[in-house]
């Protein structure tokens, strides 16, 4: 078995401070240089998993989350702030503190003013928002992770269909624009929920098959995304509890063997963009080198993000020579560089 350790946001974090951590080092040590995704973390989980990285990650997603995507073609559809800057407009950050009643009445506006075009908003949670219809769009998306902080005409829909989808994303902006909720979060200095982000768009008939996997995921957009995967591959699904260790939460996911069971190709776990350094090197980091170490596991892969693409370290078991290497000469933990 496989283990991928999601960890959003990490390579946010300074250089240095990354550097001066142990489980780190000893993972660049017993990895080869990490491969740099530009099209995002989900991109990068699916390579780790060894499927396409262009799967579509939106119907597995709202999966994920509780819903049914059906034969439906379904986008992500995440409010989003944007933000005016001199000649251009930023996509400032996504916005993920809407309250249920909030979400609810955008949901419901959106859908009263798209009836016409088959566009169905549904928001599972308040920060878990997708479109859906019959019919599949001729366009290619950038993730939301990809496009934070950055100019937003590179990153808006290409293809065949784009001007369509164009138009209806500038109907949208004038629309939230208007809306209560958004002058209500305005007077109170909370940033508006101006524009809505499309991507990981496709049918669930789209996804190839995908490996038996069970997943550890805390709540959220990447939690989704795994859920789904399990479930599409018939894997098993757990929350995550800050509490536990790599091997504890494996153990408690992978549940008791059945007769029979076929071998779990991957284990999957999302931990929560906020968690602290301790919690990753002693918790997870550390406790999964030693699995690897000890052959427990066949491999280990970190995927990240944090600089404007997504980067993987995929760690195997270390053979003698490497780890006398790693004691001589240990290499950097560096993250790859993204493109600006």
């Not at 709202?62 to 034969?71: H, Q, R, V």
């Given at each position: 078995m496989q283990l991928v350790l999601i960890v959003p946001g990490l390579l946010a974090t300074p250089a240095e401070a990354l550097e001066a951590r142990r489980p780190l080092r000893a993972l660049a040590a017993?990895?080869?240089?990490?491969?740099c995704e530009?099209?995002?973390?989900?991109?990068?989980?699916?390579?780790?998993?060894?499927?396409?990285?262009?799967?579509?990650?939106?119907?597995?997603?709202?999966?994920?989350?509780?819903?049914?995507?059906?034969?439906?073609?379904?986008?992500?559809?995440?409010?989003?702030?944007?933000?005016a800057d001199r000649d251009t407009v930023l996509l400032v950050q996504g916005v993920d503190d809407l309250s249920e009643d909030a979400a609810g009445a955008l949901v419901r506006m959106l859908n009263r003013h798209f009836a016409d075009d088959d566009l169905r908003f549904e928001a599972l949670r308040p920060d878990a928002w997708f479109v859906r219809r019959e019919e599949a769009a001729d366009i290619s998306t950038t993730a939301l992770d990809v496009a934070l902080r950055k100019r937003l005409l590179p990153h808006l829909p290409?293809?065949?269909?784009?001007?369509?989808?164009?138009?209806?994303?500038?109907e949208i902006e004038m629309l939230l624009h208007a809306h209560d909720v958004n002058t209500t979060r305005e007077a109170r200095g909370a940033p508006a929920a101006s524009g809505i982000w499309l991507s990981g768009g496709g049918r669930l008939a789209d996804v190839p098959t995908l490996p038996s996997t069970i997943v550890v995921a805390s709540p959220g957009r990447l939690g989704d995304l795994a859920r789904g995967i399990a479930r599409v591959g018939r894997g098993r699904v757990t929350e995550f509890r800050a509490n536990e260790t790599a091997a504890q939460a494996l153990a408690r996911a992978a549940g008791p063997a059945t007769r029979g069971e076929e071998r779990t190709s991957f284990a999957l776990a999302v931990l929560p963009p906020s968690q602290d350094a301790s919690m990753l090197d002693d918790d997870w980091l550390a406790p999964a080198l030693g699995l690897l170490a000890r052959r427990e596991i066949d491999a280990l892969h970190l995927v990240s993000d944090g600089n404007g693409g997504a980067a993987t370290w995929a760690a195997r078991p270390p053979s003698v020579w490497r780890r006398i290497a790693?004691?001589?000469?240990?290499?950097?933990?560096?993250?790859?560089?993204?493109?600006?």
């Open positions: 017993y990895s080869d240089a990490p491969r530009p099209r995002g973390i989900a991109a990068a989980l699916f390579a780790s998993l060894g499927v396409a990285s262009d799967t579509p990650d939106a119907p597995l997603a709202l999966l994920g989350a509780g819903g049914d995507p059906g034969d439906d073609y379904v986008l992500r559809a995440d409010p989003v702030h944007l933000a290409r293809g065949r269909d784009a001007g369509r989808w164009k138009r209806w994303l500038n790693s004691r001589v000469g240990a290499r950097r933990f560096e993250a790859p560089r993204a493109d600006p």
